[in-house]
């Protein structure tokens, strides 16, 4: 039986409809690539932002747990290159916000609050060594000290200079020698060494200066002081 013209436009319709359902149903929605894929013998490749590792607070590849500071801190590179020092996603000292120097970069923060206090670099090739003690000595208790250095961090070092470092926790400074890397956190009070230090000396890589250090990770703020 022939159809006549409406009735061939609606089975037309009906035609179109129904294999418009079928191809959907073999390739639309989540199964769709997987029946793509079987058809093909291709996967879907993730996207450039779906394959990019997470990054948190100062670039960490893992969140800080609560009541912690996320930090890096970063040494210069020979004497061309600044150091770095990030503290919860804020850049504290960097050369592009100048306020870097050569010798030993700090920045002092509120170990209960997190709150930065400030931040000064030290010559420690032609400086006056007295401005870093002056600088140091009174700390008080509590206070969070980042250091990261750049070209030279260790010819104007005294005895008491790099003791005051050892009370706050290193234990690299006392052998902290010239054009040295290093990077440090330490704190007013602390009842042990500090975890959070690298010191490079060995390794040649820029003609005379070691390579750049680069150190991360997460201090606890510490409770409020009674009284």
Not at 88 to 94: A, H, Q, Y
Request: net charge neutral.
């Amino acid at each position: 039986m022939r159809l006549t013209g409406p009735l061939r436009a609606v089975a037309v319709l009906l035609l179109v409809g129904l294999t418009w359902l079928l191809a959907n149903s073999l390739f639309g929605g989540e199964s769709g690539s997987s029946m793509r894929s079987f058809f093909t013998g291709a996967s879907e490749k993730p996207t450039a932002a779906e394959s990019r590792p997470r990054k948190y607070k100062c670039g960490l590849s893992a969140p800080c747990p609560a009541k912690h500071l996320a930090f890096r801190l970063v040494s210069g590179a020979a004497n061309v290159i600044g150091p770095k020092i990030c503290l919860e996603d804020k850049m504290l000292v960097s050369s592009v916000k100048n306020n870097v120097g050569r010798g030993l970069n700090i920045a002092l923060v509120n170990g209960v609050t997190g709150e930065l206090l400030d931040t000064k670099s030290f010559d420690m090739w032609a400086g006056d060594i007295s401005d870093l003690l002056k600088y140091l000595r009174p700390l008080h208790e509590g206070t969070l000290v980042f250091v990261a250095s750049f070209d030279d961090a260790a010819t104007k070092m005294n005895d008491e200079s790099r003791r005051l470092f050892e009370e706050l926790g290193s234990t690299a400074v006392k052998e902290l020698a010239f054009r040295d890397s290093w990077v440090f956190v330490g704190a007013k009070g602390i009842e042990n060494k500090s975890p959070f230090e690298q010191n490079t000396k060995s390794s040649n890589k820029y003609e005379g200066w070691p390579e750049s250090l680069e150190m991360d990770g997460c201090i606890p703020l510490r409770p409020p002081l009674e009284g």
